[in-house]
């Protein structure tokens, strides 16, 4: 069947998807082995077609930002695995120097800006990185995510308002798994169609199948060159699913094994490499030998992880405080 998107295109999104999906089964395996990882961990699981798609339609000094659901963002913009499971670990090699674990990755180099655990922050944060963008007068976009439970948030409404006051170069992406946390969007909201908040603002909006690549590629890449443009923010209602809990602790009450199934049957990485091999673009040989490269990366990011040293002592406070006595240009 024909494409819209080239060989080289489902080749790059199928390595990022596994590498992104056997990077987060092997980071849940090692959390479950007694001391290995702390803290809290959310999985993303299921949504890896968001960070496949938004990766081909933007470029790489585009910011990204988003919730703590964050390991796949991370590595879709060229985190790598060693740092990012030593993080986890909380090694001193880690992307956020071990401090930060799962829900604080951040890498300024790969223009990563979180990782943020308190919900809904990083949407003011990220206008906020729009807003430096469009001051520095440079052409980038931010991209700010954030989940279904967030849109809740009251700082949701009043970035928006400024974001299309200012026309500030930012995409909303609201990744709809369904659940904030345990709880359905329709028990919390009248509004179940989150895209239509954007009306109140009269910004332009829509939503989208997030379960594959290509229509998430689409929305973003039409979105960026309105930015681009100078016509301000978007927001993109992708829908998706997380296959696994809200975190590892989460026993999946509120949702039957029926329901999870059947977004199992959707699998963005299924979809791409049935068009792989539909197309030729691949045969299963091929696409086994990425299989086989991604493998001996994840492996030896936990070997990274568990050879690197504890952040030393005299780091507690560092990257905690900054110098205030910063003297600004009265000009």
Known sequence: MATKFSKETYLYWYELMQMIRQFELKAEEMYKMAGK?????HAYIGQEAIAAGCMTATGPEDPFITAYRDHGLGLAKGMSANSCMAELYGKATG???????SMHFFSTEHHFFGGHGIVGAQIGTGAGLAF??????????????????????GILHETFNLAMLWKLPVIFICENNNYAMGTSVERTSNVVDIYKLADAYEMPADMVDGMTPEAVHE??????????????????????YRYKGHSISDPQKYRSKEEVDEYKNQDPINKVKTTILENSYGSEADLAAIDARIAAVVEESVKFAEESPWPDDSELLKDVYMDTNYVFDED
Do not use: M
């Not at 990882?37 to 961990?41: E, K, L, S």
């Open 219 to 240: 929305s973003v890449a039409r979105a960026v060159k309105r930015a681009r443009e100078g016509d301000g923010p978007t927001l993109l209602e992708l829908k998706t």
């Open 37 to 41: 990882i702390r803290g809290f961990f």
């Open 132 to 153: 430096a963008e469009k001051y520095k007068g440079t052409q980038n976009v931010v991209l700010c995510f954030f989940g279904d439970g967030a849109s809740r948030q």
């Open 95 to 101: 992307c956020s120097k071990g401090k930060g674990g």
